[in-house]
Nanobody, 115 residues
Framework: QVQLVESGGGLVHPGGSLRLSCAVSGSIFNINTMGWYRQAPGKERELVARISRSGSTNYADSVKGRFTISRDNAKNTVYLQMNSLKPEDTAVYYC?????????WGQGTLVTVSS
């Protein structure tokens, strides 16, 4: 059974940075596009970035130029480097496959951007 384990969230001031990690169990990681999603309080979950097996990336307009997604296929891990964080980036961040995420999401990691 594939498991997704996110980590790296925390409290950061506006303008600060965080690096999120997502460890994926199971050999299917290497053949799938991975995405980072987030869900802010009272809002629906949204895709913020995705990366293909070969490393092609795509970003939501709201994070373009500030976030960078990367992956290490040897470690079955996907990362999200978040710079110039804004209060509106506050959310629980999840990783999952794209475009067909698993029904069983991980626990997510909370990012709070506040002064």
């Amino acid at each position: 059974q594939v498991q997704l384990v996110e980590s790296g969230g925390g409290l950061v001031h506006p303008g600060g940075s965080l690096r999120l990690s997502c460890a994926v169990s199971g050999s299917i990681f290497n053949i799938n596009t991975m995405g980072w999603y987030r869900q802010a309080p009272g809002k629906e979950r949204e895709l913020v970035a995705r990366i293909s097996r070969s490393g092609s990336t795509n970003y939501a307009d709201s994070v373009k130029g500030r976030f960078t997604i990367s992956r290490d296929n040897a470690k079955n891990t996907v990362y999200l480097q978040m710079n110039s964080l804004k209060p509106e980036d506050t959310a629980v961040y999840y990783c999952n496959f794209y475009p067909y995420p698993l029904d069983a999401w991980g626990q997510g990691t909370l990012v709070t951007v506040s002064s």
